[in-house]
């Protein structure tokens, strides 16, 4: 009599932990070079957005000059969604991609 | 030649010629461009999914293009104030910095649009890239680099850019106390794009 439900309780559990997993898979927030912004406004578009200090920032700027893009942000789709909107208020190109899962 | 000096609410910049006023008054026309080559650059493709991409931009787009508006209601407002200097063919803006962020945003959109309209490449933007030019690109260059120079003013990045002097003083005839910035026909690079 004990058995079967605790066979089920176990099932269930399993099916939840699988689907938190896919849940929290984090979004990437990508910025892309172009050859016309110039890179002290990128810089500042990203203090301005993401609080960055200005190492940062200018770390990220460069990346972005250098390999032709740059994750500037990872985290909630939500939260990225709405970094990358802001972004793109600003014309830095920007995409969102979600992280691989392992 | 065209200078910039601070004032207590912005910067004021002078000596603006008619190709110089032209330009910024092409702004406006230039973001709320419907061709396809604009809006793509300045609403660009967020999401690898159809789906995703398709949710994005009933959501998103809307927003942005009313932003992009508002924004540009700023920047015509300072424009409609921009005033001709007596007996000479020169202007002067005031661009307020609480209307900062709109102008840098506007102009990174113009010159984002000049660069897709003109069929342009990162080689035209580089020192020699004038041998590749057209005409017509040669003189999309010098507007998005002459709206570049307007964004370095705007983002205080103009060396020895001193303060206006009070007026009282007596020696804002020649304006002499801000920055001077040569804006001739091809600028010689001196402004860092992205790449």
């Known amino acids: ?102 | 030649m065209m200078w910039a000096a601070r004032a207590d609410d912005g910067y004021l910049v002078g000596g603006l010629t008619r190709d110089c006023l032209e330009t910024l008054r092409g702004v406006p026309m230039l973001v709320e461009s419907s061709d396809p080559r604009v809006r793509e650059r300045l609403l660009p493709d967020t999401y690898d999914s159809a789906e995703d991409e398709q949710q994005w931009r009933e959501h998103s787009t809307p927003e942005l293009e009313r932003l992009f508006m508002s924004r540009l209601q700023i920047v015509r407002k300072d424009l409609a104030a921009v005033r001709k200097l007596e007996a000479i063919d020169l202007w002067v803006l005031l661009l307020p910095d609480t209307h900062a962020n709109a102008w840098l945003a506007s102009l990174n959109a113009a010159r984002l649009a000049l660069f897709v309209l003109n069929d342009l490449d990162a080689r035209h933007l580089e020192r020699d890239g004038d041998s590749l030019c057209t005409d017509k690109q040669r003189e999309a260059v010098w507007r998005i680099q002459f709206l570049a120079e307007i964004q370095c003013i705007l983002m205080g990045e103009m060396e020895s850019m001193d303060d206006l002097g009070d007026p009282e003083d007596g020696d804002d005839e020649e304006h002499g106390k801000g920055a001077d910035i040569d804006h001739g026909p091809m600028h010689d690079g001196p402004i860092p794009p992205l790449s």
């Open chain 1, 1 to 102: 009599m004990t058995v079967l439900p605790r066979a089920a309780t176990k099932e269930k559990t399993k099916t939840e932990t699988r689907t938190k997993t896919a849940v929290a898979r984090p979004w990437n927030v990508i910025v892309h070079d172009d050859p016309v912004t110039l890179m002290t406004y990128v810089t500042r578009v990203f203090i301005q957005v993401f609080g960055y200090p200005d190492s940062k920032a200018q770390r990220l700027m460069m990346e972005v000059h250098r390999e032709g893009r740059s994750i500037v942000w990872t985290g909630g789709r939500e939260q990225a969604e709405v970094y990358a909107q802001k972004l793109q208020a600003h014309h830095l190109k920007t995409s969102l991609e979600q992280v691989d899962a392992e």
